[in-house]
C-alpha cells in the first residue's frame, strides 16, 4: 500500500515536471531567453535603420574621412533612427564588385570613382579625358554644380540613386622604371587602371600596356613588379603605401579622381520622406566640407611622402605640361565622336567661365 502511494507520487512528480519542461520549451522559454537579459534601449534598436556604407580606401582619406563624418551627420539628424556602418578599406567589396552588390542590394550604399562607372554610364567617360579640369574650383563648379546634378540625375540604372558627387583630387604618375617626364618615357611599360576606356586609350596613346586591376590589389602587384607603374591621387598613394614600392612619381595633375556616391533606390524607396530630408542635408554638408578639404588633405600628405621616403618626385614644368596637353589633344575629338560632345562643351564652357578674368 505504501511502496503504492509512493510510486505514484514519483510517477506524478515526473508527469508534472515533463509537462512544465514541454510548456516552456514550446513557447520559447529556453535557454535564449534565459541569456537575452532586457536592454531599455532594445526596442528603440529593433527600429533603428542601418545603411552599411562600403568602399575601398583607407580612413585618412578624402572619401575615408567623409564617409565617417556623413555616418555622424546622420546620426545627428535622425536623433539615432538611422545609423550608417561605415566598411573602409574594402572589407565588404572590392571596388571590382561593390556595384553589383549595390544593384542586388547586399549593401545600401558605395562610393566609387566614377572611372569605376564607366563601364555602365560610358557618358561619364569625358570625366576621365587628360586635363579636362583647369583646377579644382573648375572641378567643384561641374562636379558639385548643375552638370553634377544632370550627370546624377540621368544615371540608366534603375536600382541606383545618385546622391552627390566627392573630390578626391588630381592623379599623379608613379613607376619603378624610371622617371616619366616626357609622353614617350612611357612606351612599353605596364601601368595598372581601373576599368574605363579613357584611362586604356590614354596609356595607348603613349605607348604603354594596361592592366585593369581592382585597387586593393595594386600593391602587391606593385611589390612584386609585375606592374611598373600607375596613375592615382596623393591619398591613395600615401595611405596604401605605393611610394615604398614605386621609385618616381610626376606631379602631373593630369586626370581626375572623384566619386559618385550611390544609394540602392529600393532601400531608399523604402525610407520615409523625413528620413530621406535627413540623409539629403547630411550628404550636402558632407560634400561641401569635402570640397573644402580635400585639397589641403592631399597637400598634407604629399608633404608627408616628401618628408618620409626616398621617392624621386618630379613636378611638370609649364612647357613640359603643355606638351602633356597637346599629346592628348586628339582624345577630346575621338571622345567627341563615339560618345556625342554634349558633356564635354558644358565642362569646357564652364572652365572658361571660370577662368574670366584670371
Ligand atoms: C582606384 O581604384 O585607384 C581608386 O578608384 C580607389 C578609390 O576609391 O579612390
Given at each position: ?14 508527469i ?12 520559447g ?95 561619364w ?21 548643375e ?11 534603375r ?7 566627392w ?7 608613379t ?10 618615357d ?7 587602371i581601373m ?16 592592366n585593369v ?13 609585375y606592374?611598373?607603374g ?12 605605393f ?14 579622381l ?31 566640407w569635402l570640397f573644402?578639404?580635400n ?6 600628405q604629399l ?5 618620409g ?30 560618345y556625342?560632345d ?9 572652365s572658361?567661365?571660370?577662368?574670366i578674368g584670371?
Open positions: 500500500m505504501v511502496n503504492n502511494m509512493k510510486s505514484f507520487i514519483v510517477t506524478s512528480i515526473v508534472i515536471v515533463c509537462f512544465i519542461f514541454i510548456v516552456f520549451k514550446g513557447i522559454i529556453g535557454e535564449e531567453s534565459i541569456t537575452s537579459t532586457y536592454d531599455d534601449e532594445q526596442e528603440g534598436l529593433n527600429e533603428q535603420i542601418v545603411i552599411n556604407f562600403s568602399h575601398v580606401v583607407a580612413e585618412n582619406t578624402p572619401k575615408g574621412l567623409a564617409a565617417q563624418k556623413f555616418s555622424n551627420l546622420v546620426q545627428e539628424k535622425t536623433e539615432g533612427k538611422v545609423k550608417v556602418e561605415v566598411f573602409p578599406n574594402g572589407e565588404l567589396y572590392s571596388d571590382s564588385d561593390e556595384l553589383q552588390a549595390l544593384i542586388r542590394g547586399e549593401v545600401e550604399m558605395i562610393a566609387p570613382s566614377f572611372s569605376n562607372i564607366t563601364p555602365y554610364e560610358t557618358e567617360l569625358v570625366l576621365d579625358l587628360p586635363f579636362l579640369f583647369k583646377d579644382d574650383d573648375h572641378v567643384e563648379k561641374v562636379l558639385n554644380g552638370i553634377g546634378k544632370k550627370l546624377l540625375g540621368e544615371i540608366k540604372n536600382d541606383v540613386k545618385g546622391l552627390a558627387f573630390p578626391n583630387g588630381f592623379k599623379q604618375m613607376s619603378n622604371k624610371g622617371p616619366l617626364i616626357e609622353p614617350v612611357f612606351r612599353g611599360l605596364r601601368f595598372r576599368p574605363s576606356k579613357g584611362l586604356e586609350e590614354q596609356f595607348r596613346m603613349l605607348g604603354a600596356r594596361t586591376m581592382p585597387f586593393n590589389q595594386v600593391y602587391r602587384n606593385f611589390e612584386t613588379r606592374i611598373d600607375g596613375e592615382n591621387t596623393i591619398s591613395n598613394i600615401y595611405s596604401k603605401r611610394y615604398t614600392v614605386q621609385e618616381y612619381m610626376t606631379l602631373s595633375n593630369h586626370g581626375y572623384g566619386y559618385a556616391v550611390l544609394i540602392n533606390q529600393a532601400f531608399w524607396d523604402s525610407l520615409s520622406k523625413d528620413i530621406q530630408e535627413a540623409i539629403i542635408v547630411a550628404m550636402d554638408e558632407t560634400t561641401d573644402e578639404h585639397v589641403e588633405i592631399n597637400e598634407q608633404r608627408a611622402i616628401r618628408n621616403s626616398d621617392i624621386q618626385i618630379h613636378e611638370l614644368t609649364e612647357e613640359e605640361r603643355k606638351k602633356w596637353i597637346d599629346f592628348f589633344e586628339p582624345m577630346y575629338k575621338e571622345h567627341a565622336i563615339k556625342g554634349k558633356w564635354l562643351t558644358e565642362i569646357l564652357e564652364l572658361a567661365k571660370t577662368h584670371k
